[in-house]
């Protein structure tokens, strides 16, 4: 008689006694890892009723902290971004200056005067904080801060022209990425879309003649992270600022990014200043916290004080509100700014005005400490065997490359700065890995680690890895060629 395949497998018991799970039973409790034994099991079982071997007492504890670390660590993880695209949206937009993180950790860790007059001990308002910075930033007379851009235009537009039309042009009734579709938000707030001219071509003349006694507001949409070549035309903002006016409408312009620094200064295309809008006159300019100003998530409004105040009093200012964290944190970018000192503090700026020789140095530096055989105990030393084969091979596999670094975040599309990128093309790949496969698992490290792949070549960009993240990262590119 033969024993059954199932009877191999550990019991529940004897799974949870085994001395590698005490750390998380201790840490997380005795039924969530025993919840989590129990589907370790159940997949054993089913395994084996489908022809598979019983798992070994050793696989099961791997699975059970695998499934433990999968579901209970923080899915939020520390990246390391070696893209080369600065404001990198899908690892979160804008890293921080240190003065700006100071300030909201200290928001977030005790009590402030948030919405509190320390004058005259009564309730205050959380705008006060950062209007003043704003307004002298951007020479507007009024400012308020929410959630987010998205939120900002959808305040705006609910507060001035909800059950009225709303003028754009054709060639700006766009979707700016991330489900921000212009069309949407409109009718979001209730306003009636009227869009005119063409795809390529918009006359000021077309919205003069749109505009009806239905009419609240024209729109203009700064084309972020698109754009539009060749036979086209859209209506210049000063021109209108005057239509509208002189037919007692809103002129409210959406800038997406925000910028307060003159782009063309550093090689790139023009990206319009928050200052020129204000000083064109519209009633509104809206703009991000965490696109090109540098700053944490975070809607700006700048303007004229009516609009302004009608927007602050309107009951969906409440539902998209600006945390307290993300309000220190701007207030502290924001100082950057007015210190004249944005390029030397602001991570975003830093990354934009870095110099070629110092990212030339950078990229040398990794490539040098690499073809470096590692240092005993340094860690990562390749499996016995494999490391002096890899050693040549990175003699030859690793350079110093010319290349290009992006903005992103829909700012400047197809502007790039040159950069100089550190190269690991397949030669340096031992133990036939791809290039892709190095890719994850540099993603799989911690801190992880981004980069490129072009034409089969690995590509690591200094310009957006923090300065004090090279040893991490040169550790993390040892680690993961030696195929740990
Ligand atoms: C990015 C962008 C938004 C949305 O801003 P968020 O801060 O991401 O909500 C809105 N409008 C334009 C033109 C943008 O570029």
């Not at 989590?36 to 050793?58: C, F, V, Y």
């Not at 550093?266 to 020129?276: I, R």
């Not at 390029?343 to 020789?357: D, G, K, N, Y």
Request: with cysteine; net charge neutral; proline share 5%.
């Amino acid at each position: 008689m033969t024993t059954s395949p199932y009877r191999a497998l550990p019991s529940m018991d004897r799974l949870l006694a085994d001395p590698r799970l005490a750390e998380i039973i201790a840490a997380y409790g005795h039924e969530r890892v025993a919840d989590q034994a129990r589907g370790a099991l159940e997949e054993a079982r089913q395994a084996i009723g489908n022809g598979g071997a019983p798992r070994s007492a050793d696989e099961l504890v791997a699975v059970v902290l695998a499934r433990a670390r999968a579901q209970w660590q923080p899915g939020l993880r520390r990246v390391i971004n070696a893209t080369g695209v600065v404001i990198h949206t899908n690892l979160g937009r804008a890293p921080l200056s240190r003065e700006a993180v100071a300030a909201m950790a200290l928001a977030a860790q005790g009590y402030s005067n948030l919405e509190f007059d320390l004058e005259s001990g009564e309730r205050g308002s959380r705008h006060v904080h950062i209007e003043a910075l704003l307004t002298q930033l951007t020479g507007a007379e009024a400012a308020l801060v929410v959630n987010n851009n998205a939120s900002a235009v959808l305040l705006g537009l609910t507060a001035l022209a909800q059950g009225k039309e709303v003028i754009v042009s054709r060639g700006q009734a766009v979707e700016i990425g991330g489900g921000f579709r212009i069309p949407d938000v409109l009718r979001q707030s209730g306003a009636r879309l009227v869009e005119v001219g063409t795809t390529n071509r918009t006359y000021v003349g077309d919205y003069d003649a749109a505009i009806s006694h239905e009419t609240a507001a024209l729109l203009r949409v700064h084309s972020s992270n698109f754009r539009v070549i060749g036979f086209t035309h859209s209506a210049a903002l000063p021109e209108l600022v005057e239509l509208a006016h002189r037919r007692g409408l809103l002129a409210l312009d959406d800038l997406g990014s925000g910028c307060l620094l003159d782009t063309t200064a550093y090689g790139l295309a023009k990206e319009p200043l928050v200052q020129e809008s204000v000083e064109q006159g519209a009633d509104l300019v809206f703009f991000s916290g965490d696109k090109l100003l540098g700053g944490p998530q975070a809607g700006i409004i700048v303007g004229r004080k009516a609009p302004v105040e009608w927007l602050k009093r309107h009951p969906l200012a409440r539902a998209v509100r600006i945390d307290k964290a993300s309000l220190a944190g701007l207030a502290a970018t924001l100082t950057h700014y007015l210190k004249n000192k944005a390029t030397e503090r602001v991570p975003v700026w830093q990354m934009i005005a870095a110099p070629l020789e110092r990212l030339e140095q950078r990229a040398s530096a990794w490539a040098a400490a690499l073809r470096q055989a590692p240092s005993a105990g340094s860690g990562h030393r390749p499996l016995a065997g494999s490391g002096q084969a890899q050693d040549a091979a990175l003699g030859e596999g690793v350079a110093v490359v010319d290349g290009r670094s992006m903005i992103g975040g829909g700012s400047l599309p197809e502007e790039s700065l040159p950069t100089r990128l550190l190269a690991i093309s397949s030669v340096a790949l031992t133990g036939g890995a791809t290039p892709e496969a190095v890719a994850a698992r540099l993603r799989a490290l911690q801190p992880a680690v981004v980069a490129r792949i072009e034409r089969d070549v690995l590509l690591f960009d200094p310009r957006t890895v923090l300065p004090d993240e090279d040893e991490e990262l040169v550790a993390a590119l040892r680690a993961a060629l030696a195929g740990l």
